[in-house]
C-alpha cells in the first residue's frame, strides 16, 4: 500500500473534548481543519457539504449499518431478508411521496390544529410531550388509518423504549448482550408487531386493505408480487417512532424560533390567516400557499438539523475528497456544520428564512440543505415532515404569540447526544389580539 494522506486531526480535540461540548468541537473542527477531519484515529468528520454528500451518496464505500434500535426480532420463521426489506422500503414509499401526502392534507391540518387549539394560555408549559403526542397521533393515523386508536399506545411504548436504549451509559454493551434496556425494547417491539399482526389478517382476508401507508405495504407488486407478513411487521416498528420522534424534535426548535423572532411570527400568522377555518378543509394548494412559513421551517431544520451526525462506516480502504480514509473506519456525517459553511449560505449564522425564498431552487442543490439526509438512505417521511411542521408552525402563530419564560436562564437545555433537541423547553402563549 502506497503512502496516504490521512485526514487532520484536530489539535485539543479527542473524545473527551468532544463528550464535554460536541456542537462545539465540530464547529471547531471545520473551521481549523476543513472539509473532513479526524476526531480520533478511526473516526473522521465530513463536515461540508462535499464530502457530506459523497458519503451519503456512496453507500457501496460507505454504508449504513442496519437500525440498531428496532432489529428483526427472533422467530422461527426468520427474519425479512436483505431484498424482501428493500420491497417493503419501496412499498411504504408509494405511501409517502409527496403526492401521497398532499391527498391527505386535511387530515393532518385537523391534527395540528388540534394542538394549537389546546395550548393553556397564560402559564409557562412544558411543551414538547404534547407537541410529541399530536405528531405521534397524526403519524400513527398517517400509517394506519382507522386503526390507529388501537395502535397508539404501542406506539408510546416503543417511544419510551428507544429513550430507554439512547439513554448515556457508562459501558457500552456488545450487542448480544440482552441488557434491561434491550430486553424492555424487545418485549415493547413484540407486543406491538402482535397488536399488528391481527389488523394484517384482517385487512388481507376482508380485501380491504385500506388507503394508508400499511395499505400499500399489503398490495401485491407487479415487481414482487405480495410481500410476507413478517416483512410488513418488522420494518413497522421504526417507521412508527420516526414519524413523531424526530419531527417532535424539529417542532421544539421551531416554536422557540416563534418566541424569540416576533416579526418572523407575525408573517406566519398573517400568512396563515388564508387558512380555511375548517382545518379539516385544508388542501396541498392552501399548504403550498404557506410560503414564508414552509421557508421558516427549512431555515430553522437548516440552523438546527434535529440529525444533526449521520454515522456511516467504511469497511474498506477508500478515498474521501483529497484524504485516505482506513479500512474499518467511522465516518460521521455532519450536516450541521455543512449548513453554517459561508461558501453555501451566505451569513450562515443567521436566521434568515427569506434566504430560501430568493433562491427556491437551492435546496436542491447537493450538499445545500442536509436536514433529511440524502442518498439512498435519505429520510423516508420527509414530505410528511415538512406537511406536519408547516402546518402546526401556520396554526400555532395564527393564534399566539410565543415568549420564553423571564429571567436570565433560558427554558431549556441544548442536548446532543441522539439528535439535537431542546430539552424540557417551556414557553408561554398568549392569545394573539
Ligand atoms: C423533521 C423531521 C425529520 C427529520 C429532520 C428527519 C431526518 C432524517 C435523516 C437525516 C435521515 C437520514 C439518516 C441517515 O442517513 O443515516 C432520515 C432517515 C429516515 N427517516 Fe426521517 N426525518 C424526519 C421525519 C421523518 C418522518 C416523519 C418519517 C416517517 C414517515 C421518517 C422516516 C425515516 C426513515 C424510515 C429513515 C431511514 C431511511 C433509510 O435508512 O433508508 N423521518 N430521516
Known amino acids: 500500500m502506497g503512502r496516504t494522506n490521512e485526514p487532520p486531526r484536530l489539535p485539543g480535540g479527542g473524545f473527551a473534548a468532544w463528550s464535554r461540548d460536541r ?7 471545520a473551521d481549523e481543519c476543513g472539509d473532513v477531519w479526524q476526531l480520533e484515529p478511526g473516526v473522521c468528520v465530513a463536515a461540508t457539504a462535499g464530502p457530506c454528500e459523497a458519503v451519503l451518496h456512496r453507500a457501496q464505500d460507505f454504508p449504513k449499518a442496519p437500525s440498531p434500535l428496532f432489529p428483526p426480532l427472533n422467530r422461527s420463521s426468520g427474519a425479512p431478508t436483505p431484498e424482501e426489506r428493500v420491497h417493503a422500503h419501496a412499498a411504504r414509499m408509494r405511501g409517502l411521496r409527496p403526492q401521497a401526502v398532499a391527498a391527505r392534507t386535511g387530515e393532518i391540518a385537523s391534527g395540528t390544529a388540534r394542538f394549537a387549539d389546546q395550548w393553556p394560555t397564560g402559564q409557562d408549559v412544558e411543551i414538547l410531550p404534547p407537541v410529541r403526542h399530536t405528531l405521534a397521533d397524526i403519524g400513527v393515523r398517517y400509517l394506519f388509518s382507522e386503526d390507529a386508536p388501537a395502535l397508539l399506545p404501542f406506539a408510546a411504548q ?4 428507544r429513550e430507554v436504549l439512547v439513554r448515556p451509559s457508562r459501558w457500552v454493551w456488545p450487542r448480544w ?15 406491538f408487531v402482535d397488536a399488528l399482526r391481527p389488523v394484517v389478517r384482517r385487512r388481507r382476508a376482508s380485501g380491504r386493505l385500506g388507503e394508508d401507508v400499511l395499505g400499500q405495504m399489503l398490495r401485491p407488486s407487479s415487481r414482487y408480487g405480495l410481500l410476507a407478513e413478517e416483512a410488513v411487521l418488522d420494518t413497522l416498528p421504526g417507521i412508527t417512532v420516526a414519524t413523531f420522534e424526530t419531527p ?42 404557506l410560503r414564508y412559513t414552509q421557508a421558516l421551517v427549512r431555515e430553522v431544520l437548516r440552523l438546527y438539523p434535529p440529525s444533526w451526525l449521520l454515522t456511516r462506516s467504511a469497511p474498506r480502504r477508500t478515498q474521501l475528497a483529497d484524504y485516505t480514509i482506513d479500512a474499518g473506519s467511522t465516518v460521521l456525517v455532519c450536516p450541521y456544520t455543512a449548513h453554517r459553511d459561508a461558501r453555501e449560505h451566505r451569513e450562515p449564522d443567521r436566521f434568515r428564512p427569506e434566504r430560501w425564498l430568493d433562491d427556491p431552487e437551492s435546496p436542491e442543490r447537493p450538499g445545500v440543505f442536509l436536514s433529511f439526509g440524502s442518498g439512498p438512505h435519505g429520510c423516508e417521511g420527509a414530505a410528511l415532515a415538512m406537511a406536519m411542521l408547516t402546518l402546526l408552525t401556520a396554526q400555532t ?27 424540557g423547553l417551556r414557553l408561554r402563549a398568549t392569545a394573539r389580539g
Open 177 to 191: 448482550i440482552p441488557t434491561p434496556a434491550r430486553r424492555f425494547r424487545t418485549r415493547q417491539q413484540t407486543a
Open 23 to 29: 456542537l462545539a468541537l465540530a464547529r471547531r473542527g
Open 397 to 423: 402563530a395564527r393564534s399566539y404569540q410565543l415568549s420564553e419564560p423571564p429571567g436570565p436562564e433560558p427554558g431549556y437545555r441544548v442536548t446532543t447526544l441522539e439528535g439535537l433537541a431542546t430539552t
Open 248 to 289: 417532535s424534535r424539529a417542532a421544539g426548535w421551531i416554536l422557540l424560533h416563534l418566541a424569540t423572532y416576533p416579526e418572523a411570527a407575525s408573517r406566519v400568522a398573517a400568512e396563515a390567516a388564508l387558512l380555511p377555518a375548517d382545518p379539516a378543509a385544508t388542501t396541498s394548494a392552501h399548504l403550498d400557499a
Open 158 to 161: 416503543l417511544f419510551l423504549a
